[in-house]
Protein backbone atom coordinates (compact mmCIF):
# COMPACT_ATOMS: atom_id res chain seq x y z
CA UNK A 1 0.00 0.00 0.00
CA UNK A 2 1.59 3.44 -0.78
CA UNK A 3 1.56 6.40 1.38
CA UNK A 4 -0.45 8.17 -0.29
CA UNK A 5 -3.24 5.41 0.09
CA UNK A 6 -2.05 4.85 3.95
CA UNK A 7 -2.74 8.54 4.75
CA UNK A 8 -6.48 8.52 2.87
CA UNK A 9 -6.96 5.50 4.82
CA UNK A 10 -6.10 6.74 8.33
CA UNK A 11 -8.15 9.71 7.78
CA UNK A 12 -10.55 8.20 6.49
CA UNK A 13 -10.29 6.05 9.57
CA UNK A 14 -9.98 8.96 11.98
CA UNK A 15 -13.54 10.34 10.18
CA UNK A 16 -15.60 7.08 10.33
CA UNK A 17 -14.11 6.13 13.79
CA UNK A 18 -15.55 9.19 15.64
CA UNK A 19 -18.81 9.17 13.49
CA UNK A 20 -19.00 5.36 14.64
CA UNK A 21 -18.25 6.29 18.09
CA UNK A 22 -20.72 9.50 17.89
CA UNK A 23 -23.32 7.38 16.41
CA UNK A 24 -22.79 4.42 19.35
CA UNK A 25 -23.47 7.35 21.87
CA UNK A 26 -25.80 6.35 24.77
CA UNK A 27 -28.00 8.95 25.90
CA UNK A 28 -28.20 8.56 29.92
CA UNK A 29 -30.92 10.19 31.34
CA UNK A 30 -30.01 12.66 33.83
CA UNK A 31 -29.79 11.08 37.72
CA UNK A 32 -30.34 7.41 35.68
CA UNK A 33 -27.59 4.86 35.76
CA UNK A 34 -29.30 1.91 35.52
CA UNK A 35 -31.53 0.42 32.18
CA UNK A 36 -34.77 -0.34 32.41
CA UNK A 37 -34.06 -4.05 30.18
CA UNK A 38 -30.99 -4.95 32.88
CA UNK A 39 -32.25 -8.81 33.17
CA UNK A 40 -32.04 -10.30 36.66
CA UNK A 41 -29.53 -12.73 37.25
CA UNK A 42 -26.89 -13.88 39.95
CA UNK A 43 -24.29 -12.23 37.74
CA UNK A 44 -21.91 -9.60 38.63
CA UNK A 45 -23.33 -7.13 36.04
CA UNK A 46 -26.86 -8.23 36.09
CA UNK A 47 -29.70 -7.14 38.66
CA UNK A 48 -29.64 -9.16 41.83
CA UNK A 49 -32.79 -11.87 41.79
CA UNK A 50 -35.49 -10.59 44.06
CA UNK A 51 -36.02 -13.24 47.14
CA UNK A 52 -38.23 -13.21 50.50
CA UNK A 53 -37.20 -15.14 53.41
CA UNK A 54 -38.17 -15.21 57.02
CA UNK A 55 -35.51 -14.43 59.75
CA UNK A 56 -34.24 -15.92 62.43
CA UNK A 57 -36.11 -13.46 64.93
CA UNK A 58 -39.51 -14.12 62.70
CA UNK A 59 -39.27 -11.11 60.04
CA UNK A 60 -39.70 -11.24 56.70
CA UNK A 61 -36.88 -9.95 54.47
CA UNK A 62 -37.39 -9.30 51.20
CA UNK A 63 -34.16 -8.07 49.37
CA UNK A 64 -35.91 -5.33 46.77
CA UNK A 65 -37.43 -3.69 50.04
CA UNK A 66 -33.76 -2.51 50.38
CA UNK A 67 -33.55 -0.77 47.49
CA UNK A 68 -31.24 2.28 47.27
CA UNK A 69 -28.82 0.90 50.11
CA UNK A 70 -26.33 -1.71 49.53
CA UNK A 71 -26.25 -5.31 50.59
CA UNK A 72 -23.89 -7.59 51.03
CA UNK A 73 -25.74 -11.44 50.65
CA UNK A 74 -23.92 -13.99 51.88
CA UNK A 75 -24.56 -18.08 51.68
CA UNK A 76 -23.80 -19.93 54.20
CA UNK A 77 -24.39 -22.88 57.14
CA UNK A 78 -23.13 -23.92 60.48
CA UNK A 79 -21.30 -26.87 59.08
CA UNK A 80 -19.22 -24.57 56.86
CA UNK A 81 -15.61 -23.54 58.41
CA UNK A 82 -14.87 -21.02 55.30
CA UNK A 83 -18.44 -19.57 56.67
CA UNK A 84 -17.60 -19.54 60.48
CA UNK A 85 -14.28 -17.95 60.01
CA UNK A 86 -16.02 -15.04 57.88
CA UNK A 87 -18.73 -14.40 60.12
CA UNK A 88 -16.86 -12.48 62.72
CA UNK A 89 -15.68 -10.13 59.80
CA UNK A 90 -19.63 -9.65 58.60
CA UNK A 91 -20.56 -9.04 62.29
CA UNK A 92 -17.55 -6.08 62.66
CA UNK A 93 -18.62 -5.01 59.25
CA UNK A 94 -22.43 -4.75 59.91
CA UNK A 95 -21.93 -2.81 63.05
CA UNK A 96 -18.80 -0.69 61.43
CA UNK A 97 -21.12 0.44 58.57
CA UNK A 98 -24.47 0.28 60.35
CA UNK A 99 -27.28 2.09 58.08
CA UNK A 100 -25.38 2.44 55.02
CA UNK A 101 -24.73 -1.09 53.49
CA UNK A 102 -27.18 -4.31 55.01
CA UNK A 103 -25.68 -7.55 55.37
CA UNK A 104 -27.83 -10.71 55.19
CA UNK A 105 -26.32 -13.90 56.39
CA UNK A 106 -28.69 -16.37 54.50
CA UNK A 107 -28.34 -19.80 56.04
CA UNK A 108 -28.42 -22.27 53.78
CA UNK A 109 -30.81 -25.16 53.62
CA UNK A 110 -30.89 -25.63 57.85
CA UNK A 111 -33.62 -25.37 60.27
CA UNK A 112 -34.11 -22.51 63.13
CA UNK A 113 -32.93 -25.43 65.74
CA UNK A 114 -29.68 -25.73 64.46
CA UNK A 115 -29.06 -21.78 63.14
CA UNK A 116 -30.11 -20.18 66.68
CA UNK A 117 -27.83 -21.49 69.07
CA UNK A 118 -24.81 -21.17 66.76
CA UNK A 119 -25.62 -17.23 65.69
CA UNK A 120 -26.34 -16.85 69.57
CA UNK A 121 -22.61 -18.44 70.31
CA UNK A 122 -20.94 -16.27 67.29
CA UNK A 123 -22.95 -12.81 68.42
CA UNK A 124 -24.53 -12.25 65.53
CA UNK A 125 -26.71 -9.32 65.34
CA UNK A 126 -27.11 -8.46 61.57
CA UNK A 127 -30.09 -10.60 59.56
CA UNK A 128 -30.23 -14.07 59.20
CA UNK A 129 -32.94 -15.18 56.81
CA UNK A 130 -33.76 -18.96 56.49
CA UNK A 131 -33.53 -20.48 53.73
CA UNK A 132 -34.68 -24.13 54.86
CA UNK A 133 -35.58 -25.25 51.41
CA UNK A 134 -32.47 -23.74 49.66
CA UNK A 135 -34.80 -21.91 47.22
CA UNK A 136 -33.03 -18.86 47.03
CA UNK A 137 -29.64 -20.37 47.01
CA UNK A 138 -30.96 -22.13 43.87
CA UNK A 139 -31.77 -19.26 42.22
CA UNK A 140 -28.61 -17.38 43.26
CA UNK A 141 -26.70 -20.53 41.34
CA UNK A 142 -24.75 -21.13 44.93
CA UNK A 143 -22.66 -24.00 44.05
CA UNK A 144 -20.36 -23.87 47.12
CA UNK A 145 -20.32 -22.34 50.31
CA UNK A 146 -19.79 -19.47 51.14
CA UNK A 147 -20.77 -17.76 48.44
CA UNK A 148 -21.06 -13.68 48.96
CA UNK A 149 -22.82 -11.08 46.41
CA UNK A 150 -22.31 -7.31 46.94
CA UNK A 151 -25.05 -5.70 45.48
CA UNK A 152 -25.10 -1.72 44.90
CA UNK A 153 -27.82 0.64 45.71
CA UNK A 154 -29.49 0.17 42.70
CA UNK A 155 -30.09 -3.22 42.94
CA UNK A 156 -27.16 -4.25 40.36
CA UNK A 157 -25.12 -7.27 41.71
CA UNK A 158 -20.91 -5.73 41.63
CA UNK A 159 -19.04 -8.53 42.34
CA UNK A 160 -19.43 -12.45 43.64
CA UNK A 161 -17.22 -13.90 45.82
CA UNK A 162 -16.83 -17.54 45.89
CA UNK A 163 -15.10 -18.81 48.71
CA UNK A 164 -13.78 -17.46 51.81
CA UNK A 165 -14.09 -13.41 53.08
CA UNK A 166 -11.42 -12.34 53.64
CA UNK A 167 -11.60 -8.97 56.24
CA UNK A 168 -9.52 -7.13 53.42
CA UNK A 169 -12.09 -8.68 50.16
CA UNK A 170 -15.23 -7.31 52.67
CA UNK A 171 -13.43 -3.88 52.81
CA UNK A 172 -12.38 -3.65 49.29
CA UNK A 173 -15.81 -4.87 47.27
CA UNK A 174 -17.70 -2.21 50.64
CA UNK A 175 -15.67 0.78 49.55
CA UNK A 176 -16.80 -0.17 45.89
CA UNK A 177 -20.25 -0.12 46.60
CA UNK A 178 -20.22 3.13 48.59
CA UNK A 179 -18.22 4.72 45.97
CA UNK A 180 -21.28 3.15 43.53
CA UNK A 181 -24.21 4.49 46.40
CA UNK A 182 -23.65 8.53 45.27
CA UNK A 183 -24.66 7.73 41.78
CA UNK A 184 -26.72 4.98 42.05
CA UNK A 185 -30.77 5.70 40.84
CA UNK A 186 -33.66 3.76 42.86
CA UNK A 187 -36.26 2.21 40.45
CA UNK B 1 -23.43 -18.91 30.61
CA UNK B 2 -21.07 -20.93 32.84
CA UNK B 3 -19.68 -18.73 35.79
CA UNK B 4 -18.70 -21.94 37.70
CA UNK B 5 -17.46 -25.59 36.86
CA UNK B 6 -19.05 -27.39 39.38
CA UNK B 7 -16.86 -31.10 39.76
CA UNK B 8 -18.94 -32.45 42.70
CA UNK B 9 -16.51 -32.13 45.39
CA UNK B 10 -15.38 -28.64 44.39
CA UNK B 11 -16.91 -25.58 42.41
CA UNK B 12 -14.48 -24.20 40.79
CA UNK B 13 -14.69 -20.68 38.56
CA UNK B 14 -14.64 -20.57 35.05
CA UNK B 15 -13.24 -17.17 34.54
CA UNK B 16 -9.48 -18.58 36.97
CA UNK B 17 -9.82 -21.47 34.66
CA UNK B 18 -10.29 -19.82 31.10
CA UNK B 19 -7.17 -17.07 32.16
CA UNK B 20 -4.58 -19.95 33.34
CA UNK B 21 -5.22 -21.64 30.10
CA UNK B 22 -4.94 -18.63 27.99
CA UNK B 23 -1.77 -17.49 29.76
CA UNK B 24 -0.61 -20.81 28.87
CA UNK B 25 -1.83 -20.33 24.95
CA UNK B 26 -0.62 -16.74 24.59
CA UNK B 27 3.14 -17.70 26.00
CA UNK B 28 2.58 -21.01 23.37
CA UNK B 29 1.99 -18.57 20.40
CA UNK B 30 4.51 -16.02 21.29
CA UNK B 31 7.00 -18.89 21.22
CA UNK B 32 5.71 -20.13 17.54
CA UNK B 33 5.53 -15.92 16.71
CA UNK B 34 9.22 -15.92 17.32
CA UNK B 35 10.15 -19.24 15.83
CA UNK B 36 7.99 -18.34 12.52
CA UNK B 37 10.22 -15.18 12.38
CA UNK B 38 13.42 -16.25 13.33
CA UNK B 39 14.00 -14.26 16.08
CA UNK B 40 15.90 -15.38 19.35
CA UNK B 41 13.10 -17.92 21.01
CA UNK B 42 14.19 -17.81 24.56
CA UNK B 43 14.79 -13.87 24.84
CA UNK B 44 11.19 -13.48 23.45
CA UNK B 45 9.60 -16.26 25.93
CA UNK B 46 11.27 -14.75 28.85
CA UNK B 47 10.04 -11.00 27.69
CA UNK B 48 6.46 -12.61 27.20
CA UNK B 49 6.90 -14.44 30.69
CA UNK B 50 8.50 -11.61 32.55
CA UNK B 51 5.94 -8.76 31.19
CA UNK B 52 3.06 -11.24 32.07
CA UNK B 53 4.30 -11.53 35.56
CA UNK B 54 5.15 -8.58 36.22
CA UNK B 55 1.93 -7.35 34.82
CA UNK B 56 -0.02 -9.79 38.00
CA UNK B 57 1.96 -8.77 40.60
CA UNK B 58 2.40 -4.98 39.86
CA UNK B 59 -1.81 -4.70 39.48
CA UNK B 60 -2.13 -6.58 43.02
CA UNK B 61 0.39 -4.32 44.83
CA UNK B 62 -0.82 -1.27 43.06
CA UNK B 63 -4.50 -2.32 44.25
CA UNK B 64 -3.05 -3.54 47.71
CA UNK B 65 -1.38 -0.35 47.65
CA UNK B 66 -4.22 1.78 47.16
CA UNK B 67 -6.46 -0.11 50.00
CA UNK B 68 -3.94 -0.76 52.26
CA UNK B 69 -5.91 -0.01 55.17
CA UNK B 70 -8.05 -3.22 54.37
CA UNK B 71 -4.80 -4.96 53.41
CA UNK B 72 -2.68 -3.64 56.82
CA UNK B 73 -4.81 -6.15 59.59
CA UNK B 74 -4.33 -9.18 57.42
CA UNK B 75 -1.52 -9.20 55.42
CA UNK B 76 -2.08 -12.83 54.37
CA UNK B 77 -4.65 -11.57 52.14
CA UNK B 78 -2.70 -9.85 49.69
CA UNK B 79 -1.75 -13.51 48.13
CA UNK B 80 -4.63 -15.22 48.63
CA UNK B 81 -7.52 -15.04 48.02
CA UNK B 82 -6.81 -13.76 44.42
CA UNK B 83 -10.14 -13.93 42.69
CA UNK B 84 -10.30 -9.89 43.21
CA UNK B 85 -8.35 -7.00 44.01
CA UNK B 86 -6.53 -6.21 40.53
CA UNK B 87 -5.54 -2.16 39.27
CA UNK B 88 -5.46 -3.35 35.56
CA UNK B 89 -4.30 -0.05 34.43
CA UNK B 90 -1.44 -0.08 37.18
CA UNK B 91 -0.89 -4.35 35.87
CA UNK B 92 -0.37 -2.91 31.92
CA UNK B 93 1.71 -0.05 32.45
CA UNK B 94 4.35 -2.22 34.83
CA UNK B 95 3.94 -4.90 32.38
CA UNK B 96 5.27 -2.99 29.19
CA UNK B 97 7.78 -1.51 31.10
CA UNK B 98 9.15 -4.86 32.11
CA UNK B 99 9.04 -6.08 29.19
CA UNK B 100 10.53 -3.32 27.91
CA UNK B 101 13.70 -2.77 29.82
CA UNK B 102 14.20 -6.33 29.64
CA UNK B 103 14.26 -6.67 25.96
CA UNK B 104 16.57 -3.28 25.73
CA UNK B 105 18.79 -5.22 28.16
CA UNK B 106 18.76 -8.34 25.71
CA UNK B 107 19.37 -5.89 22.62
CA UNK B 108 16.00 -7.61 21.07
CA UNK B 109 15.58 -5.81 18.03
CA UNK B 110 11.90 -3.55 18.85
CA UNK B 111 9.81 -3.41 15.96
CA UNK B 112 10.62 -7.53 15.22
CA UNK B 113 9.72 -8.40 19.07
CA UNK B 114 6.82 -6.76 18.83
CA UNK B 115 5.54 -8.87 15.64
CA UNK B 116 6.55 -11.83 17.36
CA UNK B 117 4.71 -10.72 20.56
CA UNK B 118 1.06 -9.89 18.50
CA UNK B 119 -0.17 -13.48 18.31
CA UNK B 120 0.50 -14.01 22.01
CA UNK B 121 -1.27 -10.61 22.47
CA UNK B 122 -4.46 -11.57 20.43
CA UNK B 123 -4.93 -15.22 21.58
CA UNK B 124 -4.32 -13.52 25.11
CA UNK B 125 -7.29 -11.11 24.74
CA UNK B 126 -9.44 -13.83 22.76
CA UNK B 127 -9.27 -15.23 26.21
CA UNK B 128 -10.03 -12.38 28.16
CA UNK B 129 -13.13 -12.28 25.59
CA UNK B 130 -14.32 -16.03 26.21
CA UNK B 131 -13.85 -15.82 29.87
CA UNK B 132 -15.98 -12.65 29.75
CA UNK B 133 -18.63 -14.72 27.70
CA UNK B 134 -18.88 -17.72 29.70
CA UNK B 135 -18.34 -15.85 33.44
CA UNK B 136 -18.00 -12.27 32.94
CA UNK B 137 -20.18 -9.35 33.39
CA UNK B 138 -20.56 -8.28 29.82
CA UNK B 139 -23.47 -9.29 27.90
CA UNK B 140 -24.98 -7.50 24.07
CA UNK B 141 -27.62 -5.77 23.28
CA UNK B 142 -30.77 -7.42 22.88
CA UNK B 143 -31.38 -8.18 19.23
CA UNK B 144 -33.51 -11.22 17.54
CA UNK B 145 -30.77 -13.04 14.95
CA UNK B 146 -30.26 -15.86 14.18
CA UNK B 147 -26.89 -15.88 15.51
CA UNK B 148 -28.45 -14.32 18.81
CA UNK B 149 -27.75 -15.94 22.55
CA UNK B 150 -30.27 -16.06 25.13
CA UNK B 151 -29.29 -14.96 28.39
CA UNK B 152 -31.88 -15.39 31.09
CA UNK B 153 -34.99 -15.58 28.84
CA UNK B 154 -33.23 -12.36 26.58
CA UNK B 155 -31.57 -12.86 22.89
CA UNK B 156 -28.83 -10.71 22.83
CA UNK B 157 -25.45 -9.99 20.62
CA UNK B 158 -22.93 -12.20 21.65
CA UNK B 159 -20.55 -9.50 21.86
CA UNK B 160 -17.32 -11.26 23.20
CA UNK B 161 -17.76 -13.64 20.10
CA UNK B 162 -17.14 -11.15 18.07
CA UNK B 163 -14.26 -10.05 19.86
CA UNK B 164 -13.24 -13.00 19.34
CA UNK B 165 -14.00 -13.43 15.23
CA UNK B 166 -12.07 -9.77 15.02
CA UNK B 167 -8.74 -11.28 17.01
CA UNK B 168 -8.70 -14.46 14.70
CA UNK B 169 -9.08 -12.31 12.11
CA UNK B 170 -5.94 -9.92 12.98
CA UNK B 171 -4.11 -13.46 13.73
CA UNK B 172 -4.81 -14.16 9.93
CA UNK B 173 -3.79 -10.99 8.78
CA UNK B 174 -0.79 -11.11 10.91
CA UNK B 175 0.28 -13.92 9.66
CA UNK B 176 -0.38 -13.17 5.37
CA UNK B 177 1.81 -9.85 6.81
CA UNK B 178 4.55 -12.72 8.04
CA UNK B 179 4.78 -14.57 4.67
CA UNK B 180 5.06 -11.40 2.83
CA UNK B 181 7.80 -10.26 4.31
CA UNK B 182 9.36 -12.17 7.30
CA UNK B 183 12.90 -11.95 5.77
CA UNK B 184 13.05 -7.92 5.34
CA UNK B 185 13.98 -6.02 7.85
CA UNK B 186 12.18 -2.91 6.08
CA UNK B 187 9.04 -4.67 7.05
CA UNK B 188 9.59 -5.18 10.61
CA UNK B 189 7.13 -4.19 12.61
CA UNK B 190 4.74 -4.28 9.67
CA UNK B 191 2.26 -7.31 11.42
CA UNK B 192 2.36 -6.31 14.74
CA UNK B 193 1.03 -2.90 13.02
CA UNK B 194 -1.72 -4.37 10.58
CA UNK B 195 -2.71 -6.97 12.86
CA UNK B 196 -3.42 -4.38 16.05
CA UNK B 197 -5.07 -1.99 13.51
CA UNK B 198 -7.64 -4.83 12.33
CA UNK B 199 -8.55 -5.93 16.03
CA UNK B 200 -8.46 -2.45 17.34
CA UNK B 201 -11.06 -1.48 14.44
CA UNK B 202 -12.80 -4.56 14.99
CA UNK B 203 -12.86 -3.87 18.95
CA UNK B 204 -14.22 0.10 18.03
CA UNK B 205 -17.16 -1.72 15.76
CA UNK B 206 -18.49 -3.91 18.40
CA UNK B 207 -18.26 -2.32 21.03
CA UNK B 208 -21.42 -0.85 19.60
CA UNK B 209 -23.44 -3.60 20.54
CA UNK B 210 -22.42 -3.76 24.24
CA UNK B 211 -25.38 -3.35 26.29
CA UNK B 212 -23.33 -2.99 29.76
CA UNK B 213 -20.39 -0.88 28.26
CA UNK B 214 -17.52 1.84 30.06
CA UNK B 215 -18.76 4.96 29.31
CA UNK B 216 -17.84 8.62 29.70
CA UNK B 217 -19.89 10.84 31.41
CA UNK B 218 -21.20 11.75 28.23
CA UNK B 219 -22.08 8.56 26.90
CA UNK B 220 -19.47 7.35 24.53
CA UNK B 221 -18.18 4.22 25.03
CA UNK B 222 -14.62 4.71 26.31
CA UNK B 223 -13.58 1.08 25.05
CA UNK B 224 -14.72 2.70 21.70
CA UNK B 225 -12.32 5.73 22.16
CA UNK B 226 -9.59 3.40 23.25
CA UNK B 227 -9.60 1.17 20.11
CA UNK B 228 -9.40 4.49 18.05
CA UNK B 229 -6.29 6.08 19.55
CA UNK B 230 -4.77 2.61 18.77
CA UNK B 231 -6.26 1.93 15.72
CA UNK B 232 -5.11 5.49 14.69
CA UNK B 233 -1.60 4.67 16.16
CA UNK B 234 -1.09 1.57 14.17
CA UNK B 235 -2.14 3.67 11.03
CA UNK B 236 0.73 6.12 11.89
CA UNK B 237 3.10 4.14 12.64
CA UNK B 238 2.73 2.40 9.63
CA UNK B 239 2.87 5.15 7.48
CA UNK B 240 6.01 6.13 9.49
CA UNK B 241 7.52 2.67 8.76
CA UNK B 242 6.68 2.51 5.09
CA UNK B 243 7.92 6.38 5.20
CA UNK B 244 11.45 5.69 6.52
CA UNK B 245 11.88 2.18 4.39
CA UNK B 246 10.31 3.26 0.97
CA UNK B 247 14.04 3.22 -0.57
CA UNK B 248 14.58 -0.59 1.01
CA UNK B 249 10.89 -1.41 -0.14
CA UNK B 250 11.46 -0.12 -3.47
CA UNK B 251 14.84 -2.41 -3.85
CA UNK B 252 12.95 -5.22 -2.90
CA UNK B 253 10.27 -4.80 -5.18
CA UNK B 254 12.44 -4.25 -7.56
CA UNK B 255 14.30 -7.62 -6.74
CA UNK B 256 10.34 -9.61 -6.03
CA UNK B 257 9.49 -8.70 -9.47
CA UNK B 258 12.77 -9.87 -10.91
CA UNK B 259 13.68 -13.11 -8.90
CA UNK B 260 10.16 -13.60 -7.71
CA UNK B 261 11.62 -14.54 -4.73
CA UNK B 262 12.77 -12.14 -1.40
CA UNK B 263 16.02 -10.98 -1.23
CA UNK B 264 17.89 -13.03 1.67
CA UNK B 265 18.09 -10.41 4.70
CA UNK B 266 17.86 -12.13 7.71
CA UNK B 267 17.07 -10.32 11.04
CA UNK B 268 19.87 -9.96 13.41
CA UNK B 269 19.53 -12.96 16.24
CA UNK B 270 20.26 -11.68 19.72
CA UNK B 271 21.45 -13.53 23.05
Known sequence: ????????????????????????????????????????????????????????????????????????????????????????????????????????????????????????????????????????????????????????????????????????????????????????AGP | MLPVLDLGFAAVPTAGLIYILGAWLALSAVEKGAALLKQHVAATYTLAVLGLAAAFVGARAAFVASHWEAYRQQPLAIVWPLTAGFDIWAGLLLGALAAFFYGRARGLPPWRTLDALAPGLLVGLSTLSLADFLAGPGYGEAADLPWSISLFGVSRHPVQL?????????????????????????????????????????????????????????????????????????LFFLLMRLESNAPALHAERRVDGAEGMPPEMPERRTG
Open chain 1, 1 to 184: MSRFALSLFLLGALLLGTAWIVESREVVAPGATEKPALPEAPIAGYRAPDFTLTTLTGDTVRLSDYRGQPVVVNFWATWCPPCRAEIPHFQAASRRYNGRIIFLGVDDGEPVATVAPFAAKMGITYPIPLDTESAVSRLYRVNSLPSTFFIDASGVIRHVQFGLVTEAVLEENVQVLLADEGNA
Open chain 2, 162 to 234: YEIAFALLALGVWRLALIRGRDLPSRAGVPFLTAGAVYSAGRLFVDAFRDNAWLTQGGYHVVQIISLVMLLAC
